[in-house]
């Protein structure tokens, strides 16, 4: 099994940036597809990026593009997600997850994932 854990999170004002790190434990990190995903009050859970195992190649939701990188660190177990001049509009609890599947030029997020982590909330002020 994977274990995931998310942090980073907190209230951070509009405008700076923002990044927030999961570390996996209990598997060979690298085998995995890693995906933030987000909620925001009221709404359901959002894509924002994935990166692959194989290759390192990324994917983000349209809306995400230009504000949002996702990296990882195989070294470290870690994968993050740098969010460039958050808006409040990015509230939310920012959750990540991993996927067994060996993929080079990744071209979207897996449909499904094979564990979850528990998120960190983000609270963006203007």
């Known amino acids: 099994d994977v274990q995931l854990q998310a942090s980073g999170g907190g209230l951070v004002q509009a405008g700076g940036s923002l990044r927030l790190s999961c570390v996996a434990s209990?598997?060979?990190?690298?085998?995995?597809?890693v995906g933030w995903f987000r909620q925001a009050p009221g709404k359901g859970r959002e894509e924002t990026s994935c990166?692959?195992?194989?290759?390192?190649?990324?994917y983000y939701a349209d809306s995400k593009k230009g504000r949002f990188t996702i990296s990882r660190d195989n070294a470290k177990h870690t994968a993050y997600l740098h969010i460039d001049n958050p808006k409040p509009e990015d509230t939310a609890i920012y959750s990540c997850?991993?996927?067994?599947?060996?993929?080079?030029?990744?071209?979207?997020?897996?449909?499904?994932?094979?564990?979850w982590g528990q998120g960190t909330q983000v609270t963006v002020s203007s």
């Open positions: 209990g598997a060979t990190f690298d085998d995995y597809v």
């Open positions: 990166i692959s195992n194989g290759d390192g190649s990324t």
């Open positions: 997850a991993a996927a067994w599947l060996p993929v080079h030029n990744l071209k979207k997020c897996p449909r499904e994932f094979d564990y």
